[in-house]
């Protein structure tokens, strides 16, 4: 496996509370992903970055902020945790600009009570 | 965005039989169509990988096909196993961004639980 950890792995919070999950890399890959796994809808990107500094939205951003400062940490960020924010969240990293592999972390699961 | 449809959602076959997954795109400025695969309680790993240019590409038991015309590409497994058994998602780039790049993006499918029975 690629050089990539998130933390934590698993985490139970509450409605309204925030949250963030830490992404973090040894590859020095410029690109890097944050998904969200859910049953019947394969894996949907939240917000991605394609360098330090520099992230944009993917097609599921609405509730979620996200952080890089450094290369190798990406940082997601749910302000007011909500149920509906409740899933497994991967954390990718690619090398390649364009048609590039996409190695995946070990992933977070979030439990929003 | 991309539009990546696929079928079908849940595949039984019995060991050593072929199973063949199907994925359609939308965007015809798609270059590039990879294939993960998703072992329990595991991340998503790439598996195999075909671009553009050219039409199938082979990798010991597994292959994959494109049909640029249209617009869908397949996942072949031949004597499957049951270390095949597995969620497998395919992928395409979404349309590219102004500055014409897709930044290595991908859409995903949403997926085929693969069950390969012994």
């Known amino acids: 496996d690629a050089g990539i950890t998130q933390s934590p792995r698993h985490k139970v919070t509450e409605t309204g509370t925030p949250v963030t999950l830490r992404c973090h890399q040894t590859e020095n890959h410029r690109y890097m992903y944050w998904y969200r796994q859910d049953p019947g809808h394969g894996l949907r990107l939240i917000h991605y970055?394609?360098?330090?500094?520099?992230?944009d939205k993917g097609e599921v951003s609405d509730g979620y902020s996200v952080s890089r400062s450094k290369t190798e940490d990406f940082l997601l960020t749910l302000e007011s945790a909500t149920s509906s924010q409740t899933s497994v969240y991967f954390c990718a990293i690619s090398e390649r600009r364009e048609d590039g592999e996409q190695f995946f972390g070990p992933g977070t699961r979030l439990t929003v009570l | 965005g991309e539009n990546v449809e696929q079928h079908p959602s849940t595949l039984s076959v019995q060991e050593g039989d072929s199973a063949v997954i199907k994925c359609t795109y939308s965007d015809s400025a798609s270059n590039y169509f990879p294939w993960y695969k998703q072992e329990l309680g595991k991340r998503p790993q790439l598996i195999i990988d075909?671009?553009?240019?050219?039409g199938e590409k082979k990798d010991q038991r597994i292959a994959v096909t494109l049909n640029k015309t249209a617009k869908h590409f397949s996942l072949h497994i031949t004597e499957t196993q049951p270390e095949d058994s597995a969620v497998y998602f395919c992928a395409a780039p979404p349309k590219f961004n102004a500055g014409g790049t897709s930044y290595g993006k991908l859409t995903f499918g949403q997926g085929t639980i693969l069950t390969v029975h012994p």
């Open positions: 970055s394609y360098g330090v500094k520099d992230t």
């Open positions: 075909i671009r553009s240019n050219v």
